[in-house]
């Protein structure tokens, strides 16, 4: 039988398991990729580990997240991720040089490979046909340490790209075609990959925006072949060497098959406060829009910058709008400021922000009150802009662009012709801004910056024979893990102080859950169907695992996070029957009577609720290996006991 493409990938990286689809396999990382966000918890586990030199190909550290310095605390992470970078072997992406997706697909990712980065758009490398996956910052510690990564075998989807986009229509609308077709929890436990003749006339960066949002779907990641127009951007790059062909072969099968003809799509818009809530713009034409803001990981390339600098070219934004424009790297704003479209969009009106992150992760711009906002974004949950009633749509950059124009939504279809943007021959390459790490016979000498908001990993144990704990929280279904762990311009900087950042877990639906958690010492969380949806922070684990949360009882839950949990050490349970959820309210007093001997046995677990006198059967599907990790207390505990 034939292999897709990440079949292929899987198949030359595996190092232990089998390519069977449910099954737990290990694989080799050749690439790792950090931010800042997640980074120092993932060098200090790197370190706790106890590896002197990273043994991946190629390991890069990038600053993009918390980039507003408003204390010492961003500023001190910058500082001590950048001394660990230059002891340890990894390349170091100074704040200023760009989003780290956008960055890695221009200077760093190669088809074929393997990469895994501790942020959830991770699969953006899927868009230059590399097998990358979004990871846990321990999962990433481990790689670099040159362990192998751990998934279950996806399942694997085709996503066959018919005709061409009409002018106006954008790669963006592809991926909201998708989601609306699959929704956020219809990517779990598969990869999804794109055929078709619909391909050839999508450049690079437009299919790392498909890839990037394909994180949105839930899936383990998304990948594109590896063709012509692949060596033509490597070549552009500088880095023609780099590429290999790569696509599926001809009787590869595939669990599921959509169909999108490309000559059918309209420019689409996400509604709050789903990825998957789509709408056309067309139908929500007309309406008020506060803010407009176009960048982020998703949007953020020199043919998507270029392309709404032409829209902006001579024109000013409407008043009452507010729009803020972030190009995703140095290399992106560079070109833009040497060709000229810099200063179209600055006569424009346009706010000009660095490029990083930014509003996408609540780091200032958040809307006015209730305030309408567009983003070129990839996420729209509920209060993630900073603004706990802002409504924010997920678009275009030329539906973003037509609307800061009008002050309305606007469909750019009906703005007559379209503007070509040519990928350029050559980029303007510089590196200036990554650093290199020290040499092998220098790296001893280096000193490792620490500021006191870093604290160690919070403090682990083995697991018990049995738990008696509370029910500490009681939600519904698709959680993200903005509500467990949310982020924002004032949270951020606690990234690397467990104890601190704690009393913001769960805040966005409960107010009192952190004192509540530590008060009751031990409890557990239960909750609905894809539990943990959205970023790859191990915060979302870690908070929990210091406020005493032991377990997670749910319908369901999404990757990442699930993962995340085990390497917490905290048990991930789902409900036999879902309509047990109704067994459980706040407060109840519950007991795991045998939980240990359960795990090691199998995977059902006995769950009894003392406050009513329910018992029922929760499912803990571990292999071999996550259940030593569960027991030996996480995975930190694991490898040191293992290495
Ligand atoms: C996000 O988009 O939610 C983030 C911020 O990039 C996260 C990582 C983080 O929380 O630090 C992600 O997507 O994994
Ligand atoms: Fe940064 Fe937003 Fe991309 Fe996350 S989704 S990496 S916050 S730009």
């Known amino acids: 039988m034939g292999l897709t493409i990440a079949q292929k990938i899987i198949k030359s990286h595996i190092v232990d398991g089998e390519m069977v689809v449910g099954q737990d396999i290990g694989l080799k990382i050749d690439q790792t990729l950090t931010q800042d966000a997640t980074g120092t918890m993932a060098y200090l586990e790197f370190e706790a580990i106890g590896v002197p030199r ?22 001190d992470d910058h500082r001590f991720i950048q001394s660990v970078c230059k002891k340890h072997g990894i390349y170091f992406s100074r704040p200023g040089n760009g989003i780290c997706h956008q960055v890695h697909l221009e200077r760093f990712g190669k088809p074929g490979k393997t990469l895994i980065g501790s942020d959830s758009h991770t699969p953006t490398g899927g868009g230059i046909g590399m097998l990358a996956i979004g990871a ?124 999108i003809n490309l000559d059918k799509l309209k420019p689409l818009a996400a509604c709050p406060h789903s990825p998957d809530n789509i709408k056309t713009i067309e139908s929500l034409s007309g309406q008020k829009v506060n803010q407009v803001c176009i960048g982020s990981c998703t949007n953020s390339s020199y043919r998507d910058m270029m392309k709404v600098a032409a829209i902006l070219k001579g024109k000013t934004v409407a008043d009452g709008v507010s729009l803020a424009i972030a190009p995703g790297s140095k290399q992106v704003l560079n070109m833009l400021a040497l060709n000229g ?55 275009s950059p030329e539906t973003a662009a037509a609307s800061a124009l009008t002050g309305v939504f606007t469909d750019p279809t009906t703005l007559g012709d379209d503007v070509e943007i040519e990928m350029p021959e050559k980029f303007l390459i510089n590196d200036n801004m990554i650093i290199e790490p ?15 908001n870093i604290k160690p990993y919070p403090k682990t144990s083995p697991l018990s024979d049995k ?25 951020l900087p606690l990234r690397s102080n467990i104890p601190k950042i704690s009393e913001h877990c769960f805040t966005v639906c409960d107010k009192d859950f952190p004192s509540r958690a530590k008060a009751l010492g031990s409890s557990i969380v239960v909750g609905g169907e894809n539990y943990g949806q959205g970023s790859s922070r191990e915060h979302a684990a870690l908070a929990p695992l210091y406020l005493g949360v032991k377990a997670v009882l749910v319908k369901s839950f999404a990757r990442i996070h699930r993962a995340n949990l085990i390497n917490a050490g905290i048990i991930p349970l789902t409900f036999a029957n879902a309509s047990d959820y109704d067994k459980f309210n706040l407060g109840d007093q519950l007991e795991l009577p045998n939980v240990k001997q359960e795990i090691m046995d199998g995977k059902n677990i006995t769950v009894v609720n003392k406050t009513n006198g329910e018992t029922v059967t929760a499912v803990c599907e571990l292999t071999d290996r996550t259940k030593a990790i569960i027991i030996a207390g996480g995975l930190l505990d694991y490898t040191k006991e293992n290495s």
């Open 136 to 259: 846990g910052g321990l999962d990433v510690a481990v790689a670099m340490g040159g362990g192998a990564y751990y998934i279950t075998m996806p399942k694997m989807v085709k996503v066959n790209l018919t005709g061409k986009l009409k002018p106006w229509v954008s790669a963006k609308d592809i991926i909201l075609k998708v989601l609306e077709v699959m929704s956020v929890k219809g990517g779990v436990g598969k990869i999804v990959e794109y055929a078709g003749e619909g391909v050839k006339s999508l450049s690079v960066p437009e299919r790392a925006t498909i890839t990037n949002m394909g994180a949105e779907l839930g899936a383990t990641t998304s990948i594109f072949p590896s063709d012509e127009v692949t060596k033509e951007f490597l070549k552009a790059q500088n880095r023609e060497e780099d590429y290999i062909e790569l696509s599926s072969d001809a009787d590869a099968e595939y669990d599921e098959i959509i169909n």
């Open 54 to 75: 990273v043994k991946t190909e190629k390991s890069v550290a990038y600053i993009d997240h918390n980039t507003l310095q408003t204390g010492f605390e961003n500023a």
């Open 341 to 395: 479209a810099l200063g179209d969009m600055i006569a424009a009106g346009a706010r000009i922000l660095e490029s990083a992150c930014g509003p996408c992760i609540g780091m200032g711009q958040s809307p006015n009150s209730g305030g309408i906002s567009l983003r070129t974004f990839n996420r729209n949950f509920e209060g993630r802009s900073g603004t706990a009633d802002g409504q924010i749509y997920l678009v």
């Open 438 to 452: 020290a040499s092998v016979e220098e790296m001893d000498s280096v000193e490792v910056l620490r500021g006191p």
């Open 467 to 491: 738990i008696e704990a509370s029910c500490s929280l009681k939600v519904g279904d698709n959680i993200t893990t903005d509500h467990i762990m949310p982020a924002g311009a004032k949270i």
